[in-house]
DNA sequence: ACCCTTTCAGACAGATCTGTCTATTCTAGC
DNA sequence: GCTAGAATAGACAGATCTGTCTGAAAGGGT
């Protein structure tokens, strides 16, 4: 993203989308794409509306009349952040078929998204420990969450854990755990353990199901076909 | 740099107070104690100094002179949230001489900090998260985690681990998650989840009994013998 | 051509925050 | 009682932030 074109007020739209111009972004996209970059690397406290707009080479009125206010753009901002999320997730989850490796799956896309170098934590995490109680933020990091731990849940089930959801919780507190320690201590490969310590707990908990060899427990990377 | 501490404050509270007297805390004190209940449970950059003096009632002066700046307050507040800590758990450990118990006493500690109506996740995650690339609170915060991990390291060696340094950092996922869940989730029994899940990783992984052989891990036999 | 929606540019008000400074009050020790 | 130093109360400067408002430019659709 980052579009930084010159500000300017050039060929905005483009006259039309249609031909191969790359038909500048709206005025909301690129506000939705300086809030994401400028708010998840510094914070929605720090981050100040004149920054969004001269990043976003937006006019200061734009915002306003998109958003509301500057709530209505951390809303949106973790919106967009929610629906990555489950993306990410989702086509993790394609890769496999086996229940058990599926579970597995969630924290190798994590491993991914920990390589990237801008990562800087749980954006609902920080987010919310910026705004204190504030609702709005409350409310999307509760959705965020919630699917989360029924995503897990499923997964489980489809297992055959005997109590899913005592599971499910186990692994979502592996998964926080990872996100936290490879933003507090800046160390990526906290995925692969708590990769390794889900494995010690499915093979702990779940059935003995007749799938292949006794799978690996190994450290970082690991994963037969793993990351892209 | 720190301890601009005029000697006032000392002479104030060591010369003599003896008498039978409250003796009321010294501006420093109740900065901290101030300190420590707004910057918790709101936010260090929400809460203003105006709002600490005024629930201390103690000059802004006196602030000024005793912490330097807000950040010299700051770094104190979380200071004094790392002895707690510290405190919370070696007083938790007291309590069993069993290396697995006391692997697990850990998480103990952690259920009874839960229970606190005012408990608000961890500080150091929330200072971080407000503060971006804040030094003096990542110094703080770095601190306290490689302490954290070298309990976990020590308890883990103690009880016959085979890679203490790997269960060392599977149980700070477990604990980190917890913290994390019992905040966002607003779910006291996380740490009850993240105990029982610790308790199968460390029968999964350690030796059945305090001799006999090392189990099928590659084991230097360094095992037991490592630090203390 | 004409209208209409979107966007831009930036001044402005009102609030808030950090940090400094002045002037007064309190307390301990001689 | 007196004095020195610490603490107090609060005004103040300087900066910053949110949100409003005015006024104009720039195309698209009819």
């Known amino acids: 993203m980052a579009s930084r074109v010159p500000a300017g007020t050039a060929a905005r739209t483009g006259g039309r989308q249609e031909a191969g111009q790359p038909a500048r972004p709206s005025a909301r996209e690129r506000l939705l794409a300086s809030a994401n970059e400028l708010f998840y690397s510094e914070g929605v ?55 058990r490796e599926r579970l597995l799956a969630v924290f190798e896309a994590q491993g991914e998204m920990f390589t990237d170098p801008d990562y800087n934590g749980c954006a609902f995490v920080s987010a919310s420990a910026e705004a204190g109680a504030g609702s709005a933020i409350t409310d999307e990091a509760d959705e965020y969450r919630a699917w989360m731990r029924g995503m897990f849940t499923e997964l489980a089930a489809e297992a055959g854990a ?57 450290g970082p990377g690991a994963a037969r076909t793993a990351a892209v």
């Not at 920054?51 to 919106?79: C, D, M, P, Q, W």
């Not at 160390?187 to 690996?216: E, I």
């Open 45 to 99: 406290q720090t981050v100040g509306i004149d920054r969004i707009i001269e990043h976003a080479g937006v006019a200061k009125a734009s915002l306003y009349n998109t958003f509301g206010n500057k709530e209505g753009l951390v809303r949106a901002y973790l919106e967009s952040r929610r629906q990555r999320s489950r993306n990410r997730i989702a086509r993790a989850l394609t890769r496999y078929r086996e229940p």
């Open 162 to 218: 005997a109590d899913p959801e005592l599971l499910a919780r186990q692994l979502h507190l592996l998964y926080d755990g990872a996100m936290l320690s490879a933003r507090m201590d800046r160390d990526p490969t906290a995925a692969g353990t708590a990769r390794a310590a889900a494995a010690v707990l499915l093979n702990a908990t779940l059935p003995p199901r007749p799938a292949s060899d006794g799978d690996a427990r190994k």
